[in-house]
C-alpha cells in the first residue's frame, strides 16, 4: 500500500525551530516529486513547498521563503521540512503530499498531517 | 501574486447536479492544464478527484468531473450523494514551480 506518514510536529514558542519528517513507503520514493501542505485550523489549504525527485531543484511559497527548507533523502525514503523563525501564523496541520508526476499539480497521495503549534 | 476563488458554499439535493468554479486572477488556468480539484472530509487528509483540468483518478466515481473556459476551471458533481458533502478545493500551477490552492468550496447535501 503506497503511503506517507509524517512525524515531528508538536508545540513550539514562536522564533524556535522545528524539523518534520515523512516516510514514504509502497512506492519508489526517489522517483518521486514531493511537496508540503499546510493547513490552518479551520481555514483551507496552502501550498508551500516541492523538491524534485532528487532533491536538485526546491521552491516555495513567499510565505516561508528565507525560513522553511526542504529536503530529502532517498536512500531512507525520507522527506524533511526544517521549519525556522516559527510565527504564530505558522500554526497548522502540515501534510507530506506526492505529485503523480513531475511538476503536475497533481497531488495524488497524502499523509494523515503532523499538527504544528507555535505559541506566542 | 497569483489567487484562485470559489464560492464559500453550494449546496444540492441527492441526486441533483452542482458545479464549483475556480476563477484566477491572473491567466494560469487559460495557460496551463494542470488543474486539480480536492475533496476533504473533517478531520480527514484531502483526496484527489480530478488532475489535468478532467481527468479522474482510478477509483474516483464518474459522477465528478472538470472542465475549464479560460481563467475558470469547473468540478461538477452529478447524482450528488450524501457522502460527496466535504469541502472541496481546486488547485493550479502558478509559475516557477509554485502552485496555489483555492479558498475551498463547502458543499452542503440537503
Known amino acids: 500500500e503506497v503511503q506517507l506518514a509524517e512525524s515531528g510536529g508538536g508545540l513550539i514558542q514562536a522564533g524556535g525551530s522545528l524539523r518534520l519528517s515523512c516516510e514514504g513507503s509502497?512506492?519508489?520514493?526517489?522517483?518521486?516529486?514531493m511537496h508540503w501542505v499546510r493547513q490552518a485550523p479551520g481555514k483551507g489549504l496552502v501550498w508551500i513547498s516541492v523538491?524534485?525527485?532528487?532533491?536538485?531543484?526546491?521552491a516555495y511559497a513567499d510565505s516561508v521563503k528565507g525560513r522553511f527548507t526542504v529536503a530529502r533523502d532517498n536512500a531512507k525514503n525520507t522527506l524533511y521540512l526544517e521549519m525556522n523563525s516559527l510565527r504564530a501564523d505558522d500554526t497548522s496541520v502540515y501534510y507530506c503530499?506526492?505529485?503523480?508526476?513531475?511538476?503536475?499539480?497533481?497531488?495524488?497521495?497524502w499523509g494523515p498531517g503532523t499538527l504544528v503549534i507555535v505559541s506566542s | 501574486h497569483s489567487a484562485l476563488t470559489q464560492p464559500a458554499s453550494v449546496s444540492g439535493s441527492p441526486g441533483q447536479s452542482i458545479t464549483i468554479s475556480c476563477t484566477g486572477t491572473s491567466s494560469h488556468i487559460a495557460t496551463y492544464n494542470l488543474v486539480s480539484w480536492y475533496q476533504q472530509h473533517p478531520g480527514k487528509a484531502p483526496k484527489l478527484m480530478i488532475f489535468e483540468v478532467n481527468k479522474r483518478p482510478s477509483g474516483v466515481s464518474d459522477r465528478f468531473s472538470g472542465s475549464k473556459s479560460g481563467n475558470t476551471a469547473s468540478l461538477t458533481i452529478s447524482g450528488l450523494q450524501a457522502d460527496d458533502e466535504a469541502d472541496y478545493y481546486c488547485c493550479t500551477y502558478a509559475g516557477s514551480r509554485t502552485y496555489v490552492f483555492a479558498n475551498g468550496t463547502k458543499v452542503t447535501v440537503l
Open positions: 503530499v506526492r505529485d503523480r508526476g513531475s511538476n503536475s499539480a497533481s497531488f495524488d497521495v
Open positions: 509502497g512506492f519508489t520514493f526517489s522517483n518521486s516529486w
Open positions: 523538491t524534485n525527485n532528487d532533491g536538485t531543484v526546491t
